[in-house]
C-alpha cells in the first residue's frame, strides 16, 4: 500500500466527530473579540532554525481595544483576559508537526 492509499483509507476509517460547543459568558466576549481581532498581530522571532510566535503586540491591542470600543474602565480587564488567551493558544501556534 502506497502513502496516498493508507492516508485515504485512514480518513475513510475516521468516524466524523462534531465540534465541540463552547459557552462564553457575556463579559468575557470583549477579550474574545480582541483576541480573534489582534490574531494576525503576534510579535514572531525568526531565528536559523524555526520560527516562534512571542505573543500578541500590546500596540496593536490598545488599538483594537480603541476600535472596538472597549471603555477605558475595563481595559485593565480585558488586557488580563486577553494574556490568559494568548498564553493557552501560544504553544498551539507554536506547534511544528
Request: with cysteine; proline share 6%; hydrophobic share 40%.
Amino acid at each position: 500500500m502506497d502513502v496516498d492509499q493508507a492516508r485515504a483509507s485512514s480518513a475513510e476509517e475516521a468516524p466524523e466527530q462534531e465540534p465541540e460547543e463552547y459557552e462564553l459568558p457575556p463579559e468575557l466576549w470583549p477579550a474574545w473579540e480582541c483576541f480573534v481581532s489582534t490574531w494576525n498581530q503576534w510579535r514572531v522571532i525568526v531565528g536559523l532554525a524555526a520560527m516562534h510566535y512571542e505573543g500578541i503586540d500590546h500596540t496593536a491591542l490598545v488599538s483594537t481595544m480603541d476600535m472596538l470600543g472597549v471603555k477605558k474602565s475595563k481595559r485593565r480587564d480585558v488586557f488580563m483576559h486577553v494574556r490568559v488567551l494568548e498564553s493557552e493558544a501560544k504553544p498551539l501556534r507554536n506547534q511544528r508537526d
